[in-house]
Nanobody, 121 residues
Framework: QVQLVESGGGLVQAGGSLRLSCSASGRTFSVYTMGWFRQAPGKEREFVAAIKWSGNTYYADSVKGRFTISRDNAKNTVYLQMNSLKPEDTAVYYC???????????????WGQGTQVTVSS
């Protein structure tokens, strides 16, 4: 059973930064795509960023240039560095494991419990 545990969320002012971490159990972390999604109150879960085993990355247009996804396979951890945060970035952020780069949540088979990010104006 794969477990994903997010951390690093919190309250930050607009323009500030946060770094989210997602620690994964299991010995085959390095072969999978890892993604970040978010869900704001009353809205559907949306894709944020993903990174393949090779290091190739893909971002939603809304975060491109502000967020950076990275991974450390030796630590079974994926990161999401979030800069220039905006109030509209407020959401619960989830990490997920998939087999390929995908923006659709159904393509990911394991999910973390989520971490709250709140950006004040």
């Amino acid at each position: 059973q794969v477990q994903l545990v997010e951390s690093g969320g919190g309250l930050v002012q607009a323009g500030g930064s946060l770094r989210l971490s997602c620690s994964a159990s299991g010995r085959t972390f390095s072969v999978y795509t890892m993604g970040w999604f978010r869900q704001a109150p009353g809205k559907e879960r949306e894709f944020v960023a993903a990174i393949k085993w090779s290091g190739n990355t893909y971002y939603a247009d809304s975060v491109k240039g502000r967020f950076t996804i990275s991974r450390d396979n030796a630590k079974n951890t994926v990161y999401l560095q979030m800069n220039s945060l905006k109030p509209e970035d407020t959401a619960v952020y989830y990490c997920a494991r998939g087999n390929t780069i995908a923006t659709v949540s159904a393509q990911y088979d394991y999910w973390g419990q989520g971490t709250q990010v709140t950006v004040s104006s």
